[in-house]
């Protein structure tokens, strides 16, 4: 069931689809797999990830599932826009709460 939810659904491909491009300049990666999708397992043919990799991956993860969720338990049909959506949303929440950090880091050191 989970590897459907996260990877075999035509609307999760469809969701994976649309990211890879972002992926690839955020994340270093642009060849996902069933693997990335589900695990964040990287082959070394697949280029050399940044750190941020886990979490773009993670977030795209949590966006399919809280679609999951949203259609069983509240019958809300998210559309693969929406999904992709809810994933960039959660990226730059997580991007802007990292710039933040950083800032606060540089302002301490100094």
């Known amino acids: 069931m989970i590897d459907?939810?996260?990877w075999l659904?035509?609307?999760t491909q469809e969701v994976w689809n649309r990211v890879k491009?972002?992926?690839k300049v955020v994340a270093g990666v642009s060849w996902i797999t069933r693997e990335v999708?589900?695990?964040g397992h990287l082959a070394k043919h697949q280029g050399n990830p940044s750190p941020r990799f886990d979490q773009f991956a993670s977030y795209i993860r949590s966006a399919l599932?809280?679609?999951r969720n949203?259609?069983?338990c509240r019958h809300m049909d998210l559309e693969v826009v929406g999904c992709v959506k809810m994933a960039?949303?959660?990226l730059q929440t997580y991007y802007q709460k990292s710039e933040?950090?950083?800032g606060e880091d540089i302002a301490k050191a100094t």
């Open 4 to 6: 459907y939810i996260l």
């Open 9 to 11: 659904c035509t609307c």
């Open 70 to 72: 949203l259609l069983l």
């Open 37 to 39: 999708a589900l695990y």
């Open 88 to 90: 960039l949303s959660e």
């Open 100 to 102: 933040v950090e950083d």
């Open 21 to 23: 491009q972002l992926c």
């Open 65 to 67: 599932w809280k679609a």
